[in-house]
């Protein structure tokens, strides 16, 4: 044989292997890693709100305990996913590599008890904890471990709260402030987001706080005790770097003049403020309006407020973008009692739940829509309630009062960036009985429905015939069986 004919190709050659996902440049890879992480982000997000929201269905009233079958039809079908970020990290050295930062991200208590974990991972991925949970158990248990978390910025930290005939031991938060090795005082220092539970000492806040100069975030939350404003604002006059406070209810104080002590005390800008309204709702609007030149957003829950006249505030939020509200009857009807949408001026996103009366939801429209009558609509509108389906009249008046071509409207209690049921499906034999009676209903939103989903099946269709895969016809097939399309088609 020649040497060229032994050089010459083969008649047909074996194709080049395909490109496999470890050959994938790293920067591709980092973006399949954060895309996973939110993928696992919005699962525990969405788990956690079925969870919720089912636990507040079991006490609904018997007109509307529909919900209940609703959310644990819908817990069926959505079983927990396996962790995307574990899956990837398994995958190879290169993987584990790229997923390191976001895999270990999170650091449990019980997690540092394991062998495994302080012979192999802290020693490797310690450096990529940002969060820890239970900071209190982790100083109590283990301080020495603390250091080896350098880049840990968030943390938990419990007062642990015991009852009355209980003394407290030298393992309290207050010891082990005081300690001499200095394990959670020093860590605490590089902390930027902290989040307070159950404590019932101010004095013992204000000392943990005191470690921790460099907050942007603080959480005060599920405390029994409930400080003052003047207390609060001493508080926040000792944090300049607090962007962001989250905080139950303040004790009512009519006696404190409020503009007199901000003048008194220099307050950091925060950009988002989070509070329990309900005991003082006048008190918790001037509060808020101390960060008016800087603050962006504002939540309050508002529950049966105590204050049955409320009378309107002088207040006004020039720089408020996001205003988000949780609470009953009541409580908005105190609100709107209270302020008007001229005192929100570039407001552009807002968010209500759990009303639960026909008579508050009109209402919640119409702040809405003043908004759109001012020649500024909202960008933005989320309304719903967790403890019933919004049946066809109330998503009537809202798509009908305060639709606009620059207003996304949401009536479900998932993320807007969450797929969920239209909301036209989740009753559809009310509407048959509500044409049957003659009513009046804007078909045209349930027009809109309807055909997008026969879009999306006359799409796979021919998608599957340009394609020409057996199996993309088999599992349409198998969509029409489950939803019975084919036996109605049949039957007629």
């Known amino acids: 044989m020649s040497v060229a004919a032994s050089r010459a190709p083969p008649p047909n050659p074996t194709p080049s292997p395909?490109?496999?996902?470890?050959?994938?440049?790293?920067?591709?890879?980092?973006?399949?890693?954060?895309?996973?992480?939110?993928?696992?982000?919005?699962?525990?997000?969405?788990?956690?709100?079925?969870?919720?929201?089912?636990?507040e269905a079991t006490f609904a009233t018997p007109a509307t305990s529909d919900i209940l079958h609703h959310w644990q039809d819908f817990a069926t079908w959505s079983s927990p996913l396996s962790s995307a970020l574990a899956s990837v990290y398994g995958l190879s050295r290169s993987w584990s590599a790229a997923a390191a930062p976001r895999r270990f991200e999170e650091l449990h208590v019980w997690q540092t008890k394991s062998p495994f974990?302080?012979?192999?991972?802290?020693?490797?991925?310690?450096?990529?904890?940002?969060?820890?949970?239970?900071?209190?158990?982790?100083?109590?248990?283990?301080?020495?471990?603390?250091?080896?978390?350098?880049?840990?910025?968030?943390?938990?930290?419990?007062?642990?709260?015991?009852?009355?005939?209980?003394?407290?031991?030298?393992?309290?938060?207050?010891?082990?402030?005081?300690?001499?090795?200095?394990?959670?005082?020093?860590?605490?220092?590089?902390?930027?987001?902290?989040?307070?539970?159950?404590f019932d000492d101010w004095a013992l806040i204000q000392e943990a706080l005191h470690a921790a100069p460099s907050l942007r975030t603080l959480r005060l939350r599920h405390d029994p005790l409930r400080p003052a404003i003047v207390e609060v604002i001493d508080m926040l006059a000792r944090l300049p770097n607090l962007r962001e406070l989250d905080i139950d209810e303040l004790l009512p104080d009519p006696a404190t003049d409020i503009l007199t002590v901000r003048r008194q005390h220099p307050l950091p800008p925060l950009l988002s403020l989070s509070m329990d309204a309900t005991s003082d709702l006048e008190g918790s609007l001037l509060f808020a309006s101390l960060f008016s030149s800087s603050l962006t957003k504002l939540h309050f829950s508002l529950h049966s407020l105590h204050n049955t006249s409320p009378a309107p505030v002088n207040v006004l939020f020039p720089m408020v973008r996001t205003l988000h509200l949780v609470g009953d009857m009541d409580g908005f009807d105190g609100f709107v009692a209270t302020v008007t949408a001229q005192q929100f001026p570039v407001l552009s996103e807002f968010e209500i739940e759990r009303l639960n009366e026909d008579e508050s939801m009109a209402k919640v429209v119409a702040f809405c829509a003043s908004f759109k009558s001012a020649g500024r609509p909202l960008g933005t509108i989320r309304i719903f309630d967790s403890t019933r389906h919004l049946d066809h009249r109330t998503l009537d008046l809202i798509h009908d009062s305060l639709a606009h071509p620059y207003t996304s409207i949401h009536t479900t209690p998932y993320p807007p960036s969450t797929p969920f049921i239209d909301g036209v499906f989740m009753q559809p034999k009310d509407l048959v009985k509500a044409v049957d009676n003659g009513e009046h209903i804007n078909f045209d939103r349930v027009k809109r429905a309807v055909k997008r989903t026969a879009d999306f099946l006359a799409n796979w269709v021919r998608r599957a015939e340009a394609s020409g895969s057996e199996e993309d016809f088999a599992r349409l097939a198998v969509v029409l069986q489950r939803a019975e399309l084919e036996r109605v088609t049949m039957t007629g």
């Open 117 to 198: 974990f302080r012979q192999h991972i802290l020693p490797r991925f310690g450096h990529h904890f940002r969060r820890i949970n239970r900071l209190d158990q982790l100083a109590r248990e283990d301080p020495l471990l603390l250091p080896q978390l350098p880049n840990a910025d968030r943390a938990v930290l419990n007062g642990g709260i015991r009852p009355a005939r209980q003394q407290k031991t030298d393992d309290s938060i207050s010891a082990l402030l005081r300690d001499p090795l200095r394990a959670l005082v020093a860590f605490l220092a590089q902390l930027g987001t902290l989040e307070l539970r159950f």
């Open 18 to 55: 395909s490109r496999q996902n470890m050959d994938l440049p790293h920067e591709i890879k980092m973006q399949v890693v954060e895309y996973c992480a939110i993928v696992d982000d919005e699962e525990q997000q969405r788990r956690a709100l079925l969870d919720d929201f089912m636990y």
